[in-house]
C-alpha cells in the first residue's frame, strides 16, 4: 500500500535550518505531483511547496527564498531544505502525494490523496 514517511523534524534556533525528507512506497513515485504542507497549533493545515513529477516547484510566499524542494525519483523520496527559520515556521510538517497526475495544480489538502504521519518543527526565538 502507499506510504508516506517523513522525517528530519526537530528543534533549532531562528535562523538556523534543517532538511525533511519524506520517503515514498507503494506507487510509481516518479509519475506524480508532490508537496509539503504544513499546521501549527490552531491554524489550518497550509500548503509550503509543490513539486511536479519534472522537479518543477512552487512556494508558498511565506517560504519563498527560505525553502527548497526536491526529489530524487530514483530514491522515492522528497526533500524540503528549510533555511533561515523563523518561530512562525513552527509546525507539523507534512509530505502528500497526488495521484491526479505529473502536474501540481492541486494546492489545497483536500486534493491530495495520501499523507505522511508528519514530522515536528520548532524553531525558537
Known amino acids: 500500500q502507499v506510504q508516506l514517511v517523513e522525517s528530519g523534524g526537530g528543534s533549532v534556533q531562528a535562523g538556523g535550518s534543517l532538511r525533511l525528507s519524506c520517503a515514498a512506497s507503494?506507487?510509481?513515485?516518479?509519475?506524480?505531483?508532490m508537496a509539503w504542507f504544513r499546521q501549527a497549533p490552531g491554524k489550518e493545515r497550509e500548503g509550503v511547496a509543490f513539486i511536479d513529477s519534472y522537479g518543477g516547484a512552487n512556494y508558498a510566499d511565506s517560504v519563498r527564498g527560505r525553502f527548497t524542494a526536491s526529489r530524487d525519483n530514483a530514491k522515492n523520496t522528497l526533500y524540503l531544505q528549510m533555511n533561515s527559520l523563523k518561530p512562525e515556521d513552527t509546525a507539523m510538517y507534512y509530505c502528500?502525494?497526488?495521484?491526479?497526475?505529473?502536474?501540481?495544480?492541486?494546492?489545497?489538502?483536500?486534493?491530495?490523496?495520501?499523507w505522511g504521519s508528519g514530522t515536528q518543527v520548532a524553531v525558537s526565538s
Open positions: 502528500a502525494a497526488d495521484f491526479a497526475g505529473s502536474w501540481c495544480y492541486a494546492t489545497q489538502p483536500n486534493e491530495y490523496d495520501y
Open positions: 507503494g506507487y510509481t513515485y516518479s509519475r506524480h505531483c
